[in-house]
């Protein structure tokens, strides 16, 4: 005899737990199967999860979660060679409301797993889903394990990146190499003191610092500072890494070796390095959202907006819609891919897709116009070593130098062109 439940949940990360939430809180008989020992034990994520989403799923969330640090300063760092030009945002308001913690996702994952538990969803672990089930009608009624079958009135696919689910049923196919991240991380351990001296934080702040530049090739760097450990990493577009025939490696060790990084991370005992990938192929390759049967959130759905590397939001609240529409459509018992569709209108009513199909172009413009993340931080960093060099000469001296470097490398026209280009996708 299969067993049945009314919603079945496949991934226990952001997506899946969140979506869990809100199915058993609105009285379904909810079951998440996740291939791991616990929920977050395949997650290398160090990374910063945000608030306001977080507490729309558990309010008051940080009295209980295992939050490593307030993010109170975002830092944008732009990398040459030996120097680096450094804007960052410091704000008591993120002391006090913070808009972000980083976290750990082996604990925050666990906790958050518990959280669906305790709202009455069984989490079946050490069990991975490798396919759907479907009726005589064609419509997903089920799914098969390594451990058996399950049968479920409905179907969500929070199974991350490389989704079996909804490639197995036909939603997509293989993302292709330009669509996709390589993400590298290595997890430095190093005392509170050392951290909150470094960051220039105390008690339970934190800092995160993104990286661009120095490079022929494009990459994001991260430093994410938790409790007693750095997340430091980097990840870039899989077709860039093959174009150019560099190991993602290759770029960690360049920055550790950065003389803007490695003070920061000198003396840390390496405790963990891990891989992974993150969709990034923005609106235009937003796989359909439901079928009859099933909906499908988070990674698996593509929902990241790689400008800010936000995607624990979208996949909180695309699994959290997938739940509420999991539970209306119990109510009208249909679950039909007519049934579902409001699934994507609660998605172009908020952020998820608000944010996703206004920055559409942003990605791939910035990808094919290599300019923005390679010579312009090369050339930030000259301006200002020139602008602050004292060294006899007039200043007038200086400015021109600076006006004619900047002409020199890009003109005036390709500068216009730049400004215009990107005010144009992002304004
Ligand atoms: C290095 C790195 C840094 C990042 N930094 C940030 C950041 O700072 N902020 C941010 O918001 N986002 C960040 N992201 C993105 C973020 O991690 C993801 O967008 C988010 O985790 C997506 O959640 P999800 O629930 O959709 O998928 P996942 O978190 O990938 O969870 C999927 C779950 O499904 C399970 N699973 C997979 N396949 C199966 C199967 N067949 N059967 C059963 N279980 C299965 C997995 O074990 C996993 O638990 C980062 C990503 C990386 C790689």
Known sequence: MVEKYDALIVGAGPAGVAAAITTAKAGMSTAIIERGDFAGSKNMFGGIVYTKPTAQIVPEFWKTAPIERRVIEYQYWLLSQDSHVEVAHRNQKFVRDFNAFTALR?????????????????????????????????????????????????????????SLISKGAGLHEEWK??????????????????????????????????IYGGRSEEYAGFIYTNKDTISFGMGAIMSDLAANKTRPQDILEWLKSHPSIKPLIEGAALREYTAHLIPEGGYDKIPPLYTDGMMVAGDAAMLVNALNWEGTNFAMISGKYAGQ???????????????????????????????????????????????????????????????????????????????????????????????????????
């Open 106 to 162: 082996a604990r925050f994952d666990k906790w958050f797993s518990q959280q669906a538990e305790a709202a009455g969803a069984t989490l079946i672990t050490r069990t991975t889903a490798t396919g759907v089930l479907k009726n005589s009608d064609g419509r997903i009624n089920g799914i098969s394990t390594d451990r058996g079958d399950l049968a479920g009135d409905v179907v969500i696919a929070c199974d991350g990146v490389n």
């Open 177 to 210: 190499p330009e669509d996709i991240a390589l993400a590298v991380k290595e997890t430095y351990a190093l005392p509170k003191e050392k951290i909150e001296d470094r960051f220039n934080v105390r008690g339970d702040e934190g800092v995160t610092i993104m």
């Open 325 to 427: 529409t999991a539970a209306e459509a119990k109510k009208a018992n249909n679950y039909s891919a007519e049934g579902l569709s409001t699934y994507r209108k609660y998605l172009e009513d908020c952020f998820v897709l608000k944010d996703l199909k206004k920055f559409r172009d942003v990605p791939h413009y910035i990808s094919t116009n290599k300019q923005f993340l390679t010579m312009y931080p090369e050339l930030m960093n000259d301006v200002f070593y020139k602008f602050f060099e004292v060294d006899g000469r007039p200043k007038e001296e200086h400015l021109k130098e600076i006006k004619d470097e900047i002409y020199s490398k890009r003109g005036r026209l390709g500068i216009l062109k730049d400004i215009y280009g990107l005010y144009r996708r992002a304004a």
